[in-house]
């Protein structure tokens, strides 16, 4: 359910391993693949990619950086990924371009991927067959099931079709929002600038060598219409500002605001129904960790489906809830500590921002620090 990265990447793992999949999506292909969302994909996302046969572009576009900078007080300091981390790096690549080379390599190989369908459910999880029935095209569908892999996002059907009685839910909504835009406009800087300051948080990121994508901490209430773009540029000059660098302007292509949230479900399965990606947890984006942490579940879940049919094994399905679980909370850790230390808190404590800028001069100063960051950015082993 979901043709999202987890719902690809699952798919086409399970066709590497000689796997029948279909995968069911409400929207449009058109939707999925033009829908600006994350772009900085970890090592090991990419190394998984090109295993798969479908990092071809990604290595001839993708932007390879070895490291970030993050910029309080008027100046930058840079966390130099290569040296802390044994030569890792992570990789700008646009999730919709992502996800047209996963639909490409799908339709390649006669993969089964079936969009804009209506009136989605599910039945049957604790069977040894679960059914997926929807409509397509005024035609009625009922599809029987080994699994079910529910890769339908937040707002999805896969996670309320579970009894309530069996889910917990964990939750943090920031008080804060994200304003972000995509500009017409060449990156100001070789690798990504996380900025703390007086006024609120500032990033600047990239999706291409001509594209800009740049955010700014607003409230959660914030109206987009109140943004008009003169605005946007002088608080993105005003955030990001040091002695000798300017930020380069152009025209605003797209923008929104997007409130931030940590949530994770447990357990990420019942019965023959698995969760993956954003139905089961959601992260703030400070950490570039949501898109990553799909392709780990997509993973975890194609080789414990791959041990159930090649040696009738259990225990790797029994056991993809906890093991996933291990890895999305040391995200939700570093996600959460990420924001915690960039972000100004709208009630203006004075506490919090002393100990913030504590922070980042330790982490800017100790090798030890620098290596938790860099470690974690740049992606902990799949494994």
Not at 3 to 31: D, F, K, M, N
Request: net charge negative; charged share 25%.
């Amino acid at each position: 359910m979901g043709a999202g990265p987890a719902g690809l990447v699952l798919s086409h793992l399970l066709y590497l391993h000689g796997i029948e999949s279909i995968v069911v999506e409400s929207r449009s292909r058109e939707y999925v693949e033009e829908r600006v969302r994350a772009g900085v994909l970890e090592q090991g996302t990419v190394d998984l990619l090109a295993q798969m046969g479908v990092g071809e572009r990604i290595k001839k576009e993708g932007l390879v950086h070895y490291g970030i900078e993050l910029r309080f007080g008027g100046r930058g300091h840079r966390i130099d990924f290569q040296d802390l981390t044994r030569g890792k790096g992570i990789t700008i690549y646009a999730q919709q371009e992502l996800l047209k080379d996963l639909n490409n390599a799908r339709m390649a190989t006669g993969g089964s991927v079936c969009f804009e369908v209506e009136d989605v459910s599910i039945h049957e999880i604790d069977s040894s067959r679960p059914k997926i029935r929807y409509r397509k095209d005024g035609a009625s569908f009922e599809l029987d099931c080994d699994f079910i892999a529910g890769c339908d996002g937040f707002h999805g059907i896969c996670r309320p079709s579970i009894p309530a009685a069996v889910l917990t839910e964990f939750e943090r909504v920031y008080p804060f929002a994200w304003l972000g835009i995509l500009a017409d406009a060449p990156p100001s800087s070789k690798e990504l600038v996380y900025s703390y300051h007086e006024r609120g948080f500032a990033l600047l990121s990239m999706r291409t060598a001509q594209t800009s994508r740049l955010y700014l901490q607003c409230k959660v209430d914030d109206e987009i219409e109140l943004w008009d773009d003169e605005r946007i540029w002088k608080e993105l000059q005003t955030r990001l500002a040091t002695d000798e660098w300017k930020l380069t302007e152009g025209r605003i292509l797209q923008k929104g605001v997007t409130g931030m949230r940590s949530f994770v479900v447990e357990p990420m399965q019942c019965g023959r129904l698995f969760l993956a990606g954003d139905s089961a947890h959601i992260v703030p984006p400070t950490g570039a960790k949501g898109l990553n942490l799909a392709v780990a579940d997509a993973w975890r879940l194609a080789s414990a489906i791959e041990n159930f049919y090649a040696q009738g094994r259990r225990d790797l399905l029994d056991g993809y809830s906890n093991a996933c679980l291990r890895r999305v909370w040391r995200v939700q850790r570093f996600s959460w500590w990420m924001t915690s230390m960039l972000h100004r808190s709208p009630d203006g404590n004075s506490f919090d921002q002393r100990r913030q800028v504590a922070e980042l001069e330790y982490v800017t100063s100790s090798r030890a620090a620098a290596e938790s960051l860099a470690e974690n950015y740049v992606g902990l082993p799949l494994e």
